[in-house]
């Protein structure tokens, strides 16, 4: 039963995998729709198999390098190679090292985060999770660039999106996991839940639009608190109590 239980998680991992696979085939047949929408998928095959493993009381080592290696492939080389196919193949070599870098940093991320593995469960990440940039890729090309932008803000975002997002990544700025879904965890967050439940209904509302504002509103909560928790400890070094950090520690959320 043990065995079984603990294949579960692995199954959606794997599941997570053949997601950012498909994803790669469609945009090197230049149909980034289709390889944007997979990548959405693989999000969420990673974020089942957390759940899983969490209730299966699963969580492995062998877990954690499954889930980083198919997220290097669903989050890294997919959403690089999307860029790529669908910007920057007109800028030859140049092109070619800005659309890698997420996949670059997304290896980085993942090592550091395996490096310093220590249990499997925290609090908040340490540097945007590598989820984030790849839908933020996803949802970007799905329903923004040169449709509700302009060419030349779509321009600027790619760019955007292609070398800040990378950078972020690799940051020491911390940014809130995903809820536990417990209900001791309701009862003692409940505004994180309230919240949670806000943005699935207004990603569903808007059919999917609403993923790409979510992402970016994400990746700057924790330059915003980074910021802030700065000031004060600039200005009011005497209040200014910073959490003691907890290792980054998680089978799933990276």
Known sequence: MANTAGFIPSLFT???????????????????????????????FDMIDGIAARFTRTSSRFGVEL????????????????LYKAYYFQSDGPGIAIASLIM???????????AN???????YFIGVPVPIPALTVSSF?????????????????TYFISIFLPLVMVSR?????????????????????????????TIIATKGEG???FCIFYVFSGIIRGI???????????????????????????
């Open 67 to 82: 889930d980083s290696l198919a997220d290097v492939v669903s989050f890294g080389v997919a959403p690089s190679f999307i």
């Open 173 to 201: 700025f911390r940014y809130d996991t995903l809820p536990r879904f417990s209900f001791h965890e309701i009862k003692t967050r409940p505004v994180k839940y309230i919240l949670l439940f806000i943005i699935i209904l």
């Open 117 to 123: 593995l220590k249990g499997f469960d925290k609090d």
């Open 14 to 44: 794997v599941l997570n995998l053949f997601c950012g696979f498909i994803s790669i085939i469609n945009a090197a047949a230049g149909n980034v729709h289709s390889a944007c929408m997979f990548i959405i998928y693989s999000a969420l």
């Open 228 to 254: 802030k928790n700065l000031v004060y400890k600039i200005f009011f070094p005497d209040k200014y109590r910073l959490p003691e950090l907890q290792s980054e520690s998680t089978i799933t959320d990276k």
């Open 141 to 157: 090309f799905l329903f923004y660039y040169n449709r509700y932008f302009s060419h030349d803000l779509s321009t600027f975002l």
């Open 211 to 213: 993923l790409f504002v």
């Open 104 to 114: 670059i940093f997304a290896a980085l991320r993942l090592a550091r985060f395996n």
